[in-house]
């Protein structure tokens, strides 16, 4: 054989989803599809119908009574804690006792023998209550004298009192951000198999699987060893599914172990909006300082986030909005306070981007701002602004950026993008058209990658060679269409010189892999990459001490070539090598393990090194918007991405288009609302509006920075490409101010709240027609 022969699907080269035919088949299985055994139970949700109140009653007999009714769960019946918080601040029971604080709040689960059984009992149940005065959105929590959630967070530098006082120009504002459902394809589901004595089979669409098993265990009682929990694959998370999963996981475990059947919950998807939280909504206070030519001087932020009942999330969710709120801008004086506020909304959660996306957002509110003010291009303002150079390159938590490449990357899609010529083509377009008006935002994105939590960033993974060669793959990572199983298998694939094919990958469970983290942060391919790569490396080490010993030569003779391996003069077929590694009684299986190096912060003093790097993205989006209805199409976007050095081009482009279009729905048609009783009503696909295949910009270009490759040591020089790119979705966002801000020849920043749907943008093109 020639020593040029490659491998197939090897990292780094496109490789089709791994599940992707049996995705658009229909074949591939999810935790509904699992057969179900005979005596299987179904569970449903019991909820609230007000939204602040005590509990002065609750009379479930006619739920008991109702037909098909095997029984009730209540907080009565819970043998261990009635708590599920992810943070472990014991402020989110299962079940409340004696007081609702959210309309939707599950107040006990049926069991039936049929899912339309205890769907039609749950709503049987007769609740006296005595009304609470209630607080839905963060104004209105302050202005109640509301708690914070958790412990604020405050990231300072400088002297920004001086830096305020010795700028030219100073500009305050408020900025009102809303939040966003998941609406993952596949809704929240459990379904628990009782084992013997204290023991409990858990399946189901999570993103935390230790973090299921940890709230099932701690709600029935029991360590974590008598709790397995697996996960095949998700129809979708977004972080809707990293904490929000535990009540569902919890209450069929609880089921389960009490009546001894299986027991399979699956809520209605109105349901699954109104009891499971969403992205925060911010109000955010900012104040700005800059000199004539647009470079900021100082910056003051305080935002204020509707966090709901409980912590769930959002102390490091709003920790994030303080990281980002720099994006990619240098401030020489700044402070910026966090206030996670308690409302009487769904606890909200953990979404693509973790907070991220709002303090990115506010950043490039006040670009616009100072553009708008000094009668710049705002591409302009935001070069001027970028970190680099001497002195400029401290972020506000005290973080070196010593990797910034936006200069090349911004410079080259603006050339790619023909930004200034079509700007100006816009401009002249607008001074002759009454009624349709255009705009055009090119925006950046620097975006930190790992867990501010310093401890979840760890994985593990664990790797079986068969004495056949064939390969066995478990990594502690959860597959919810992202591409990850495909792209460690990849990394698995490469390190053994085989082809793809020879890799079986298989679902997460915490049977194998013990103690994971969530897949979330953006991190999934860094860890669980990595983990993968040191079972691969133990396992190849072994190998080689066994050649050497077993052939006589030394390790530099050993090689692994594509689908065989070297040894010395000799060449074996893999399949060989390891039948004969096997009869030596070579150990062909390891536990891989990896922990991000040079990451520390201390919460206390606002400063360290969250992040072990930068992600960083541009793009360029072009709008047109009707001035009488406020009605808009995005008529092209180009992007241009840094993801390292890719592992799977296909699939981080594929990941860039899917977070630029998420992006672009929330700051545009997805809206939250609550009506004054504090009921969601924005509950279904009917009344909440995603974008559309028909929303995408009619063109719509998409490539990766190929040039560039990480200078961390990550996984194969790779960067993660799960939430930066979400971001890039502010480059429609402003270009809709644009277009809003040339009804009144461009003399002011329009101020656009998020989301600008049809409705604002109409409310704030007649506002400036006034002004």
Excluded at 475 to 496: D, P, R, S, Y
Aim: charged share 25%.
């Amino acid at each position: 054989m020639k020593d040029n022969v490659t491998i197939t699907g090897s990292a780094h080269t496109d490789r089709i989803h791994d599940s992707a035919i049996k995705h658009v088949t229909g074949a591939a299985d999810y935790t509904d599809d699992i057969a179900q055994p005979e005596g299987t139970l179904h569970a449903y949700l019991g909820v609230s119908t007000v939204t602040h109140a005590r509990i002065v009653s609750l009379d479930l007999s006619a739920v008991r009574a109702a037909p098909g009714v095997v029984g009730v769960l209540t907080a009565a019946d819970i043998p261990g804690h009635n708590d599920i918080s992810p943070t472990g601040q014991n402020d989110e029971p299962v079940f409340p006792t004696d007081l609702i604080q959210f309309h939707g709040q599950p107040l006990f689960a049926v069991v039936a023998e049929t899912r339309d059984a205890a769907r039609r009992a749950a709503e049987l149940a007769k609740v006296e209550t005595e009304a609470l005065p209630h607080a839905l959105d963060p104004v209105a929590a302050i202005e109640a004298g509301y708690p914070h959630v958790t412990a604020p967070l405050k990231l300072e530098r400088g002297d920004v009192e001086a830096g305020f006082a010795n700028a030219p120009n100073r500009i305050k504002g408020r900025m009102v951000i809303g939040g966003q459902d998941h609406m993952y394809l596949e809704g929240q589901i459990a379904f628990a198999f009782p084992g013997e004595d204290d023991e409990v089979v858990v399946h189901c669409s999570t993103q935390h699987p230790s973090e299921a098993q940890h709230m099932v265990a701690h709600v029935l009682g029991v360590p974590s060893n008598a709790v397995v929990v697996n996960v095949r694959r998700m129809g979708g998370g977004f972080g809707g599914k990293e904490s929000q999963m535990n009540i569902f996981a919890a209450v069929a475990a609880l089921a389960a172990k009490k009546w001894n059947r299986a027991v399979k919950i699956r809520p209605d998807r109105d349901q699954d909006m109104t009891a499971t939280g969403k992205r925060h909504d911010f109000v955010v206070d900012y104040d700005v300082a800059f000199d004539d030519k647009g470079r900021i001087e100082a910056v003051g932020g305080s935002f204020a986030a509707r966090c709901g009942y409980s912590s769930d999330l959002s102390g490091p969710v709003t920790d994030r909005a303080l990281f980002h709120a720099d994006n990619a801008y240098f401030y020489p004086h700044v402070r910026l306070e966090s206030r996670p506020m308690k409302t009487n909304t769904v606890s909200n959660t953990a979404f693509r981007g973790f907070g991220g996306p709002q303090g990115v957002i506010v950043a490039e509110r006040m670009i616009e701002e100072i553009a708008y003010a000094t009668g710049q291009d705002p591409l302009d303002v935001r070069k001027v602004n970028f970190y680099g150079g001497e002195g400029r390159d401290l972020t506000p938590y005290h973080q070196q950026v010593t990797d910034n490449i936006l200069d090349r990357l911004v410079g080259e899609l603006e050339q790619s993008a023909d930004y200034r010529a079509r700007r100006q083509a816009i401009i002249d377009f607008n001074a002759g058209s009454k009624v349709l008006k255009k705009g055009i935002a090119l925006t950046p994105v620097k975006f930190g990658i790992s867990f501010t939590a310093t401890w979840y960033n760890q994985a593990g993974a664990l790797i079986h060679v068969y004495n056949d060669g064939s390969i066995h793959l478990n990594h502690g990572g959860t597959e919810m269409g992202q591409g990850l199983n495909t792209k460690v298998a990849q990394v698995v694939a490469e390190a053994f010189q085989v082809n793809f094919e020879r890799i079986k990958i298989t679902k997460t469970t915490t049977e194998k892999v013990p103690n994971t983290s969530a897949t979330a942060a953006s991190s999934g391919s860094d860890l669980n990459g990595m983990a993968a790569l040191n079972a691969a490396e133990q396992i190849k080490a072994r190998l080689v001490d066994f050649a050497c010993e077993h052939w006589g030569v030394a390790a530099e003779e050993v090689a692994f070539l594509p689908n065989r391996v070297r040894i010395g003069e000799e060449t074996l077929s893999f399949d060989a090598f390891i039948k004969a590694a096997y009869m030596a009684r070579v150990q062909l299986s390891a536990a891989g393990f990896y922990k991000t190096p040079d990451i520390h912060w201390d919460r206390d003093k606002g400063q360290g090194r969250p992040f072990y790097y930068y992600a960083y993205g541009a793009a360029c989006s072009e709008v047109t918007i009707d001035t009488l209805t406020g009605e808009y199409r995005v008529e092209r976007t180009d992007i241009l991405h840094d993801v390292g050095r890719s592992l799977n081009p296909v699939l981080d482009r594929g990941q860039v288009e899917g977070a630029f279009i998420q992006g672009m729905g929330w700051l545009t048609t997805e809206e939250l609302w609550w009506d004054t009783e504090g009921r969601l009503r924005t509950h279904a696909p009917s009344t909440y509006k995603i974008p559309l295949a028909s929303d995408r910009p009619r063109v719509f270009n998409v490539d990766l920075a190929d040039w560039s490759e990480n200078r961390e040591l990550t996984i194969k020089r790779s960067k993660a490409v799960g939430e930066p790119p979400f971001m890039l979705g502010i480059s429609v966002f402003e270009a809709l101010s644009m277009a809003v801000a040339s009804v009144a020849d461009y003399r002011e920043c329009p101020r656009l709240d998020a989301p600008a749907t049809p409705e604002r943008v109409l409310m704030a093109v007649q506002r400036m027609k006034g002004a």
